[in-house]
Each structure stands twice: as structure tokens, then as C-alpha cells.
């Protein structure tokens, strides 16, 4: 068990958690809680499969898959920007919309064999780094190399241009927003749908990268709920998002690997081939994203760092408060 | 967004869509109405997408009502796939009532499965003992075990506001391993993931054992879970309508501000009403793995009732006593929905009620007009 190894697969897999919480950062930010990214992300793996199989070309397939899970996420914007409905109701039914449309239209896909897969490929002189350089630059799918330019993007959008105010301000006091000529409802569509593409792309990595493949709900298995945790822990923060996501997609990987080996750093390895702790093994993710969620929440009581301050709420123009 | 424009081109008389906040009470018969008209759009939309794929939405729909409502013997069977659904409603509506988003009924009612047949398996009682002392044991663990695992995040939301949107739902994916770690390392029956048969002494009684007295139930499924959910759902309307602590539970749900000021605490009501729902989505697993299941087994038991249980209770607007009936209609659609090719059709319909009902709540609250008007 190298551990050089599981760290570059641990880094392949945390960047699908990456898209999916950067993805849930712009939306939050903005003010509009989404716990669709589950149904979002399936919808996104489902369709970056099927349109690879049709197409043969896995870009055409990672676009498509970000225009649809975009426009799924819209049908959430609708509900709670215009109609004012709750975000949390509407949120859980966009799971559950996209975990059904992904079932019905992904129905077969599991037999259909492989596709072609986003390139991978190892960057020249930066793969010759002692460490990082394997983990980070070698033999990386290049949706890899994407999550690690979009994470500084999405940072300095978000704390350094004139959008990312806006963004913030309609999140954070929408009626001041509004005051200044900002329109807070269409910055609010387009950050969901923001959120939306992203959480696509987070299932077109999996299906098209990743994990190759369709193999229904199981595709996913619970990391959009894992990413919503981790925005909470990331608060709101795209660094410490990224830092977030590598970190769990690396103990993911560890699970994997970790009953492999008959011999662990000179023992016996006690998790070898082990169904009994399997099982254990198996809960850590979610365990963890629990813990993660205890220290998070805890560090945002004593930091009093909070959600953005609208979140949550609709924004009713000429209502008094937020 | 408080008015949008649809203008007809060359034409001097113009129509508006006027949307204007509801001043009076809208009458009672009214939320009703836009629920059911809700549920046919929404089958209207599920069929359009069931065509799309190739299906015939018509057919689909009468094998649905034939499959779950044709005869004695399918309702029996459609009443008994209710049960848990009931019962996993019911925890949510008490959880939602005071806006606490517990997502984890499925988890709480496989571990209530799993406490109950602890009982069964470990054993706590011998297989010969009296059913009159088995039922209500197991029943008791069952609550008990959903208890602790709506304890954890209650706790944990009332302690250090963690989100128990998450916590529950990472809660419940531990379980299904916890309780598959059992069935596959202590219990298990020659190797596969599930425990053995119990003892008859345990099963819930069935309609048809009293076939020998009363011909007309011979073949029928269903079990004495329904009455175990009838009773919850009228205890729980008597809590949540009729006792001080459902008062207490509303107002922080509609106000937890004027809560806080009137001396309710908030934590403790978190941690006691989490485990309260915790413990009804438990009685639902018991139910399930005592009347139907007869053995401990994850995948018949993790099959989503807690999620149904979700859009149940949103759509009942979390009247206990509504919820039965409308549990009897999402049974007759998982039931139904089982011999419905592509799999996930059920599914899907039931996301787009969800989608609807939600968005149907607006006109509750706006009046929607069409008027006639010569400015643009």
C-alpha cells in the first residue's frame, strides 16, 4: 500500500466533492440554501454517461451534464426566489426529482460497458516534485487539473471583484442589495444555476472519471449530502472547501485501499480482507462528516462566523427586514 | 416579483397576470383543493416524462390503481405497504412541525428494526414466549433504539447547532451498516446478509390467522402494525393539538423568538421532540420487521419509507390524522410501482408531487388574477 498512490487517487476523488461544495458555496453565498446537489450531481452522472455512449466524446458528455443538472436546479430557484417557498422542502424534493428522472432515463445504462473517459495526463515539470508532485501532477484526469484552477478563481471572484460583492451582498442583505441596483432575484437564479452546473460537473467526474460508470443511486452514495456538510465546515470559504473536499476524498480512498495489504507498516494489518470491520470502515465518511460538522458549527459559535446573514430566507421586496 | 407582464402584441385591450398577497383567510376547502389539483398536475407531468421514455402513461396509471386498489386482496396488501410509511410520516410531522428537518426516519426505522429483533435474536426472550409479552417488548426496543439514534442529532443541534439536515441523513447510512455488520457477522443465516427466520411467537398477528372464524380474511396480509400506527397518529394529534408540550412545539416552529421570550426552552425541546420522532420512525421499523419482514434483513427494510414518510407528512400539512390517508395512497404507489418498468418510476412521480405541492403552497398565500388592463 503506497500511500503516494492512495493520495493521488484520494485527490482524484475529493474533486468530485470539490465541484459540488464550490458549487453549493455560490449558491449559499447568494443566499439560496440548495439540498438538491444529491438529485443534481445523480442527474449530472446519469447524463455525462448516456451522452458519452451516444456521442463518443466525453467533453460533449461533461457539458451536457452541467446544462441539465443547471437547469434541474433552476426548477429549485423557481420555488423558493419566486414562489417564496421554503428552500429546506424544496431542496429535499429536488433530490428526490433528480434522484427519480436519473433511475427512469438511466435505466440500463448500468450494462452499457465502457465509454470513453476524460483524458488524463501528467504535467511536465511540476509532476517532477519530490511528494506533491505524483500526488498532485501525475496521471491526473484533466477535470483534476480544473478543480485546482477554479478553487483560486472562485476565491478571488468571491472576495476581490465587483460580482463577487454583489454576490455577497445579495446573501448577506439582499434589501441593501436591492437599494443599490443590484437585482437581487436574477443574481439569485444565476448563482443557483451556478451551483447547479457545478454539482453536474461534480457527477460527470464521477461517471466520466472518477468511478467510471452508472450504478444507479449508489453512483453518488450520499457525497452531495457530504458536500453540503462540508460548505458548512468550509464556511463558505472556497480554500478551505477545496482543503475539505481533498481530505475527504482521500480518507474515502484509505477505506478503499486500506484492506488490500496483509502487511501495514510491519504488522499484521488487522483491516485485511475483514468484512466485519468492513462494515465499520464503511461508516467513517459519514461519522466524519458528523464530526467535521461538530467543529465547524463549534468554530463558527466561538468565532461568531456565521451563514451568510439571508440565508434561508426569501427576499419579499418592501418587507422589512432581511 | 410582485406583478409580470404579458403583453399581446397589436391588440389595444392587454391582459396581466396580477399577483397580490392574500389579505382573508382563503376558505377551508381551499389548501385542500390546491393539494389535490397539485397531485394531477403532477401526474400529468410524471406521465409526459413516462411517454418520453417510451412508456404509456395511461396504462401505467390504471395498472397502478388496478395493482393497488382492485380487489380485498391487494388493498390488504397495499394497507400493509402503508404501515411504515404511516408511521415514518408521523416522525417527520412532529420533527417539521417545530421546523426541526429530521431526514433520518429511514435511519431511525431500521435501527427500530434493529432493537426489535435484538430481542428476537440476541435473545433477550426465548422463542416460547407468549406473544401478549414479545410484541410489546420488542415494540419497546424499537422505540427505543429510533429514540437514541434521534437523540444524536438533537443533541448534537441543541448542544453545538450542528445542521440536523446532514447529521440525520449521515446517521442513516451509518445505520444501514451497522445493522448489516450485524446481520452478516452475528446473526447471519449460512453466510448471506440476513439473520434467521424468528420464531411465529414474535410476527405481528395477521388477518388471516382468523381465516378458520372469519372466511373473509383468508389471504390477507395485513397486520396488527396498522393499529399500532392508527393509535401514534391519535396520540400524536392529541399531543400536538391538545397538550401544553404541542403547544409549546408550534410556537417554536411558527416563532421560536416569542418561544424563547415566553421561557420555552428550545434545546430541550430539540433533543426531547427528535427523540420522540426517532422513536415513532423506530416503531415503524419494528412494525415492518415484526409484521412483514419476519427476519433482519437491510434491503427490504431500508427500502425509503422514511423519505415517503417526508413528502407524506409535507403533504398531509402535517395533520397527523390526514396522514393515514394519504400514507394509504403512497402505498398503493410504492405498491404498484414495484412491477412498473423503468424501476425508478415511482420514484420520480413522487419527487414531482413533492416539486408541486411545494410550489402549489404560493397560492395559498397569493391571489393569482388575470385582469384586463389598458396600461401596458
Known amino acids: 500500500m503506497d500511500p503516494i498512490i492512495i493520495l493521488q487517487a484520494g485527490v482524484a476523488s475529493g474533486t468530485v466533492l470539490l465541484f459540488a461544495t464550490l458549487g453549493e458555496v455560490f449558491a449559499e453565498r447568494a443566499g439560496v440554501l440548495n439540498l438538491g446537489v444529491e438529485g443534481m450531481m445523480l442527474v449530472g452522472a446519469m447524463t455525462a454517461f448516456s451522452t458519452t455512449i451516444a456521442t463518443g466524446n466525453p467533453w460533449i458528455g461533461v457539458l451536457t451534464a452541467m446544462f441539465f443538472a443547471g437547469l434541474l436546479s433552476q426548477i429549485h430557484a423557481f420555488i423558493v426566489i419566486t414562489l417564496q417557498a421554503d428552500q429546506v422542502v424544496s431542496g429535499l424534493a429536488l433530490t428526490f426529482l433528480g434522484t427519480g428522472i436519473s433511475l427512469v432515463l438511466g435505466e440500463g445504462l448500468s450494462k452499457a460497458g465502457t465509454v470513453s473517459l476524460m483524458p488524463s495526463f501528467s504535467i511536465p515539470l511540476l509532476s517532477q ?13 484533466v477535470l ?19 460580482g463577487g460583492l454583489h454576490l455577497r451582498a445579495v446573501g448577506e ?13 436574477r443574481m439569485r437564479y444565476l448563482y443557483v444555476f451556478v451551483g447547479g452546473v457545478l454539482a453536474g460537473l461534480a457527477g460527470a467526474t464521477i461517471s466520466l472519471a472518477v468511478a467510471p460508470g452508472w450504478f444507479s443511486e449508489l453512483t453518488t452514495a450520499g457525497q452531495g449530502w457530504i458536500a453540503v456538510g462540508l460548505v458548512i465546515f468550509a464556511q463558505w470559504d472556497p480554500i478551505r472547501a477545496a482543503l475539505g473536499s481533498y481530505a475527504f476524498g482521500a480518507l474515502r480512498r484509505l477505506i478503499l485501499d486500506i484492506q488490500g495489504p496483509t502487511i501495514l507498516f510491519g504488522f499484521r494489518n ?10 465499520f470502515l464503511q461508516m467513517l465518511p459519514y461519522a466524519f462528516t458528523v464530526i467535521v460538522l461538530v467543529i465547524g458549527s463549534r468554530e ?16 419579499i421586496r418592501g418587507e422589512r427586514g432581511l | 416579483m410582485t406583478e409580470s407582464t404579458s403583453a399581446l402584441p397589436r391588440r389595444r385591450t392587454s391582459y396581466r397576470i396580477k399577483i397580490e398577497p392574500r389579505l382573508d383567510q382563503p376558505p377551508a376547502w381551499f389548501p385542500a383543493a390546491i393539494s389535490v389539483s397539485a397531485i394531477i398536475v403532477a401526474l400529468i407531468l410524471g406521465g409526459i416524462v413516462i411517454a418520453s421514455v417510451g412508456g404509456n402513461p395511461f396504462l401505467s396509471y390504471a395498472h397502478i390503481a388496478r395493482a393497488s386498489f382492485g380487489d380485498v386482496g391487494v388493498l390488504s396488501d397495499t394497507i400493509v405497504k402503508a404501515t411504515p410509511i404511516l408511521l415514518a410520516a408521523l416522525a417527520c410531522s412532529i420533527a417539521f412541525r417545530m421546523k426541526l428537518w429530521n431526514i433520518g426516519a429511514e435511519g431511525q426505522f431500521i435501527m427500530g428494526a434493529f432493537g426489535a429483533s435484538a430481542i428476537v435474536l440476541a435473545p433477550v426472550l426465548p422463542a416460547e414466549t407468549s406473544r401478549w409479552l414479545f410484541i410489546p417488548v420488542m415494540a419497546i426496543a424499537g422505540m427505543a433504539a429510533g429514540a437514541i439514534w434521534g437523540f444524536i442529532p438533537g443533541y448534537l443541534k441543541a448542544k453545538f447547532n450542528v445542521n440536523e439536515i446532514i447529521s440525520t441523513l449521515m446517521l442513516n447510512y451509518i445505520a444501514v451498516a451497522w445493522v448489516n455488520f450485524w446481520i452478516f457477522a452475528v446473526w447471519t443465516e449460512g453466510g448471506f446478509q440476513m439473520s434467521p427466520k424468528f420464531p411465529e411467537t414474535s410476527w405481528l398477528p395477521r388477518l388471516s390467522e382468523y381465516a378458520s372464524s372469519i372466511p373473509f380474511f383468508r389471504g390477507l396480509t395485513t ?17 400536538v393539538y391538545r397538550s401544553r408540550w404541542g403547544y409549546e412545539i408550534r410556537l417554536i416552529g411558527d416563532n421560536p423568538h416569542a418561544a424563547q421570550y415566553a421561557g420555552i426552552s428550545i434545546a430541550r425541546n430539540t433533543i426531547w421532540v427528535m427523540m420522540l420522532s426517532g422513536a415513532l420512525a423506530g416503531l415503524g421499523g419494528m412494525s415492518e420487521v415484526a409484521g412483514v419482514v419476519h427476519r433482519l434483513q437491510t434491503s427490504p427494510l431500508a427500502a425509503g419509507y422514511g423519505f415517503t414518510g417526508i413528502i407524506v407528512a409535507w403533504l398531509a400539512k402535517l395533520n397527523p ?16 410501482g414495484r412491477e412498473i418498468q423503468p424501476s425508478g418510476i415511482p420514484k420520480m412521480i413522487q419527487g414531482i408531487m413533492l416539486v408541486c405541492l411545494i410550489a402549489s403552497d404560493f397560492l395559498l398565500r397569493y391571489r393569482v388574477r388575470l385582469v384586463r388592463g389598458e396600461e401596458a
Open chain 1, 129 to 141: 516534485i519530490p511528494i506533491l508532485g505524483p500526488i498532485f501532477f501525475r496521471n491526473q484526469s
Open chain 1, 144 to 162: 483534476v487539473y480544473i478543480g485546482y484552477l477554479l478553487t483560486p478563481l472562485a476565491w478571488y471572484y468571491i472576495n476581490r471583484t465587483r
Open chain 1, 173 to 185: 442583505y439582499p434589501s441593501a442589495a436591492d437599494a443599490l441596483g443590484i437585482n437581487v432575484f
Open chain 1, 270 to 279: 488487522p483491516f485485511y480482507y475483514d468484512p466485519y470491520l468492513g462494515f
Open chain 1, 300 to 315: 463558527a459559535i466561538r468565532k461568531r462566523l456565521g451563514a451568510p446573514a439571508a440565508l434561508g430566507n426569501p427576499y
Open chain 2, 223 to 239: 397486520h396488527a402494525g396498522l393499529l399500532l400506527g392508527i393509535l401514534a397518529a391519535v396520540v400524536l394529534w392529541f399531543i
Open chain 2, 321 to 336: 390524522v390526514v396522514i393515514i390517508l394519504v400514507s394509504v395512497l403512497f402505498g398503493a404507489l410504492i405498491l404498484a
